[in-house]
């Protein structure tokens, strides 16, 4: 069986040779949650905080049980930028785009990109969704805006001219 | 019957000192490969402190994590003719690593484990067929947080730093005049330093006309980097030539943790223990500090360690800047050789390089008058390591 053109998907953003690599030991359970439609991060098995994803033993209860589950796909901005220099050949958009910082509902902090293209960055403090990219045929955690939600010009992104 | 061996290290009671300087050309040119830069700067060292290699019985090594397989080693050590060592070692704490040399060489010395130990880094990121930018945003694989973040768009180093600067003005109220403030200052004291690789005159409008990399980042918020080399050769001896010797004072390390877990800030709030330790040791208080020379890779990183080193109040550096305190004639004088934004960036060089430079008073036109005591930060990582340093020129 191959796998089509439509399955691969096409992104957005990057082109296919920024696809990470999804059987790398630390974040093989990310990638295939993610290829699942879920969120999966680190807790500690023993008492439940949220772990930092290279993190190997629990800073509050010194338990070295890591445990990667599902989490609710929701957050909001703990920062963000709106990348200008877009590298040829690794970047297929062709307008600016957002790099968001997340503070997940789960207490997990995660970078990512937009679901759909962005001309600017959302607001620091804005609740986003976390939906699902993929990057030659990796899937990735992406943050999902309503159109709803976003302003058209977010201070973030404002042009300073004199 | 035979004299004891001599041994080494300082006389006892001796200041520890930085004897000597040297240093490549910057070149912003493709070209140089590092262990030949790092021979041209070990040799101009030696040569300015007035020592032969046979002088020599410690080398430390620094190389940039950056993109280029052929960095340098302990091997660096046969590469340029030195001969039997005390002391070799390649060190590696990202960008704290050239202060964390300075250290490690002066507690080997204080300890008789060495008497004259160089201290050298290189890197050569410009290569041919690409820029720098080019090259950074290729590296960096597709393995682990790294590869992760590249499949969400971080490419290189900016848009990590953006997300920070973000950040930071989001916590303090600042605005991106804050940046362009520390922008132009920089750029001020790089206009007198015949080494600076930027020189023409910045104002905040040639700021904002700069290109923007990722918000609230333009171009002029970052280091440029460079190929070349420096080198000091620290000693408990003085050096031949006559250079006026600068003593190390103080020394401090911190490497805080801070998670990146929500409901708390993870850039902020570190590193103020290296600064406290350094002050302390060195007896100085940071109002006897004449000049501030901090690692820069961009404009938000000085206000950050400006504020993480006491030097400003949190939250205050970017008025601060804005006042121009920072720049030539301000009160509190920064980077005074155009840091990394404006000068060159050889990661911890950078600052100890300039902070060396005003002590023996050789900083030329942009030299601070009655400079007697700097104080030099290193970071790295994510500002997650700090490394800082107190010089003068005065013994103890
Ligand atoms: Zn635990």
């Known amino acids: ?162 | 019957m035979t004299a004891p061996a001599t041994r080494a290290g300082a006389a006892p009671g001796a200041p520890v000192g930085i004897v000597g300087l040297g240093m490549t050309a910057m070149s912003l040119e493709p070209g140089g490969a590092p262990a030949d830069l790092a021979a041209q700067a070990v040799t101009a060292a030696l040569a300015d402190a007035g020592l032969a290699k046979r002088d020599v019985d410690g080398l430390l090594v620094n190389t940039s994590q950056g993109v280029r397989p052929d960095r340098l080693s302990v091997a660096l050590a046969r590469q340029i003719g030195l001969g039997d060592l005390r002391l070799l070692e390649h060190l590696e704490i990202k960008g704290a690593t050239t202060v964390a040399m300075v250290a490690r060489a002066v507690l080997a010395i204080r300890a008789g484990m060495a008497e004259t130990v160089v201290c050298v880094f290189a890197d050569a990121p410009l290569q041919p067929g690409g820029t720098a930018g080019s090259t950074y945003a290729h590296s960096g694989g597709s393995d682990g947080v790294r590869g992760l973040e590249r499949a969400s768009g971080v490419l290189g180093s900016v848009p990590t730093y953006a997300l920070m600067a973000s950040r930071y003005l989001h916590v303090t109220g600042g605005t991106p005049e804050d940046l362009c403030a520390v922008a132009v200052s920089t750029r001020a004291w790089a206009v007198g330093n015949p080494d600076a690789v930027v020189r023409t005159p910045l104002d905040a409008e040639g700021y904002r006309a700069s290109r923007m990399v990722a918000t609230p980042l333009r171009v002029l918020d970052c280091a440029r980097p460079v190929n070349g080399a420096a080198a000091v050769v620290v000693s408990g001896r003085p050096g031949q030539s006559g250079q006026p010797p600068v003593h190390v004072l103080g020394m401090g390390f911190d490497h805080p943790v801070r998670r990146r877990r929500a409901g708390g800030e993870s850039w902020f709030g570190g590193g103020r223990r290296a600064a406290d330790d350094a002050l302390t040791m060195a007896g100085r208080r940071r109002e006897d500090v004449d000049v501030r020379e901090l690692y820069d890779p961009f404009s938000v990183v000085t206000l950050c360690l400006l504020e993480e080193y006491g030097f400003c109040a949190p939250g205050t550096a970017g008025a601060v800047a804005r006042s121009g305190a920072l720049g030539p004639g301000g009160d509190l004088p920064t980077n005074t050789g155009g840091g990394q934004l404006s000068g060159f960036y050889l990661q911890g060089m950078t600052p100890l390089v300039e902070a060396v430079t005003q002590l023996r008073g050789a900083g030329g036109d942009r030299q601070v008058p009655g400079v007697t005591t700097a104080f030099v930060g290193g970071i790295g990582g994510r500002i997650d390591h700090h490394a800082a340093l107190v010089l003068d020129r005065e013994a103890a």
């Open chain 1, 1 to 162: 069986m191959s796998t089509t053109v439509a399955d691969v998907g096409e992104d957005w953003l990057l082109d296919p040779a920024l696809a990470p690599n999804a059987h790398d030991p630390l974040l093989a359970p990310l990638y295939a949650g993610a290829a699942r439609g879920e969120l999966v991060l680190p807790s500690c098995g023993a008492c439940g905080l949220a772990l930092e994803l290279e993190q190997r033993a629990c800073d509050r209860c010194d338990s070295t049980d890591v445990v990667w589950a599902a989490v609710v796909p929701a957050g909001a901005v703990h920062s963000a930028t709106t990348v200008h220099r877009r590298e040829r050949g690794l970047v297929v958009a062709t307008e600016p785009y957002p790099v968001v910082d997340v503070e997940l509902d789960s207490g997990h902090r995660l970078v990512m990109t937009t679901l759909a293209p962005q001309r600017s960055a959302p607001a620091i403090g804005r609740a986003v969704r976390i939906g699902f990219r993929s990057v030659g045929g990796v899937a990735v955690p992406a943050a999902e805006l309503s159109a709803a939600e976003l302003s058209p010009v977010p201070p973030s992104d404002t042009e300073v001219t004199p």
